[in-house]
């Protein structure tokens, strides 16, 4: 992939909506259909399989639904849910310090969904669903903060957007994304996905903003339906206008 300067994302800051008001954002306005893929739960224990927000609502009396919280899901059913920026993981646990789910009798335990990064495994499914709804699935145009530890230096093509700046490289991703994560290395990002993604059709972007546990996707009712059925996605149809902010689980208070 190689390194592209800013008038690529034009349309991009051009279909924003003001920040904080709501899916568009973070995605841009006018697509057909929008979709939250929720970043699973990862254990602090090695080798634990991670949990989808589901059962983790499930253990806890919570309801799922597409503008669910996790700091929300994440408190019993029962106690008052706190709102703290600063506590927006949360150990998954029971109040008698039982892991709420698998129930397993192990102190401690919690579980973490990925901060502003879609894990490889559903970076992989994403990039396979999407691939089939673009003309041009070997021209993606991908976007990383910034502000990540060892980033290339100012030379290289970067773009402004309401309230971050971005690096920016164009090519193809590679089956299931691989070439991204070859990308990733080289700029001492082993672990991160892109936070902006889109091909140069522009018939779809995925955002995955840096502070947000789930990444939002536009693009047409019929790849939102695809990603949706994907079983290794946690996906869900969302308004373009539902609040993902702290206070926006409305389910669960």
């Keep these: 992939m190689r390194y592209v300067s800013w008038p690529v994302a034009d349309w991009v800051r051009d279909q924003l909506s003001a920040p904080y008001s709501g899916v568009t954002a973070i995605v841009p306005a006018g697509f057909e259909a929008y979709v939250r893929v929720f970043h699973p739960a990862e254990s602090n224990h090695g080798g634990d399989p991670p949990l989808r927000w589901a059962a983790i609502a499930a253990g806890h009396g ?15 059913a029962g106690q008052r849910v706190v709102h703290d920026p600063n506590q927006l993981y949360g150990p998954v646990v029971r109040a008698d310090g039982r892991p709420a789910v698998p129930p397993r009798e192990v102190r401690a335990r919690s579980y973490q969904p990925r901060m502003g990064s879609l894990p490889e495994a559903e970076f992989t499914a994403v990039v396979d669903v ?5 003309a041009t699935p070997r021209e993606t145009v991908c976007c990383l903060w910034e502000g990540f530890g060892g980033m290339p230096g100012q030379k290289v093509g970067r773009i402004d957007l309401p309230l971050r700046r971005y690096v920016v490289v164009q090519g193809d991703l590679g089956a299931g994304g691989h070439r991204w994560w070859e990308c990733a290395v080289s700029m001492h990002q082993l672990y991160q996905s892109p936070n902006l993604a889109w091909p140069v059709d522009r018939v779809w972007c995925v955002a995955t903003e840096i502070d947000v546990l789930a990444t939002l996707i536009g693009c047409s009712a019929a790849a939102a339906a695809a990603l949706v059925a994907h079983p290794a996605l946690e996906a869900w149809p969302i308004e373009p206008d539902a609040s993902i902010g702290l206070h926006g689980d409305t389910e669960n208070v």
């Design 62 to 76: 919570r309801v799922m639904h597409a503008g669910a919280q996790f700091h929300a899901i994440a408190t019993p």
């Design 130 to 134: 999407l691939s089939a709804f673009t």
